[in-house]
């Protein structure tokens, strides 16, 4: 406990990107100690940002529930139309992304990418992108509409089948 340090932003929280802001809780000497390098590394987070972060600890609650229940309606979607699609997905539990398997098309991930973007026009990562591990995977976000992922997902299940 004397040297764990709590770290918290406000983007991902309360959707405040942009507004460069966060906080940190530990043991006071580790805290004064950050504090000298931050000092010396920049000056402070904007007024506007320090009024905004105070509204959304104190009334933000309600919106960061409504957030959290939109985020997992459209996980849920797409992972369930991925694995439909005959896509092997598992379901994230901490981003807003989904990592199917597209192994079972045969391609690479970056042939599945390239191929998906030019006949369908969805945009998904290679799977390598992140590293040897992701061979075989494809990256997509979930963080836009309930309707534009139905869409993409539409697409996407009607690319896999065309490559049967």
Same mark, same amino acid.
């Given at each position: @406990?004397?040297? +764990?340090?709590f770290?918290?932003?406000?983007? $991902?929280a309360?959707? !405040?990107t942009?507004f460069r802001?966060g906080?940190?809780?530990g043991? $006071?000497?580790?805290?004064?100690? !950050?504090m000298?390098?931050?000092?010396? /590394? !920049? ?10 972060a105070?509204?959304? %600890?104190? #009334?933000?609650a ?5 957030m $959290?229940?939109a985020? @997992?309606?459209?996980r849920?979607? *797409?992972?369930?139309?991925? #694995?439909?699609?005959g ?7 901490? /981003?807003?992304y989904?990592?199917?398997s597209?192994?079972? +098309?045969g391609l690479s991930?970056?042939? =599945?990418?390239k191929g ?19 061979a075989? =995977?494809?990256r997509?976000?979930f /963080?836009?509409s309930?309707?534009? *992922?139905?869409?993409? +997902? ?6 896999v #089948? #065309? %490559? $049967?």
């Amino acid at each position: @406990q004397e040297r +764990t340090i709590f770290l918290h932003g406000f983007s $991902k929280a309360f959707a !405040m990107t942009g507004f460069r802001i966060g906080y940190a809780c530990g043991p $006071k000497p580790l805290i004064e100690a !950050m504090m000298k390098v931050h000092q010396y /590394s !920049m000056l402070c987070a904007p007024i506007l940002s320090q009024e905004a972060a105070i509204e959304a %600890l104190k #009334n933000g609650a309600p919106a960061v529930a409504r957030m $959290k229940e939109a985020y @997992q309606r459209r996980r849920d979607l *797409i992972v369930r139309r991925f #694995n439909e699609a005959g896509l092997d997905c598992h379901t994230p539990k901490g /981003s807003f992304y989904a990592f199917p398997s597209i192994q079972p +098309t045969g391609l690479s991930s970056l042939e =599945f990418c390239k191929g998906l973007l030019a006949e369908e026009e969805v945009a998904v990562v290679p799977g390598t992108a992140f590293g040897p591990s992701g061979a075989g =995977f494809a990256r997509a976000s979930f /963080s836009t509409s309930y309707e534009r *992922i139905l869409e993409a +997902t539409d697409r996407i299940e009607r690319y896999v #089948n #065309n %490559l $049967k």
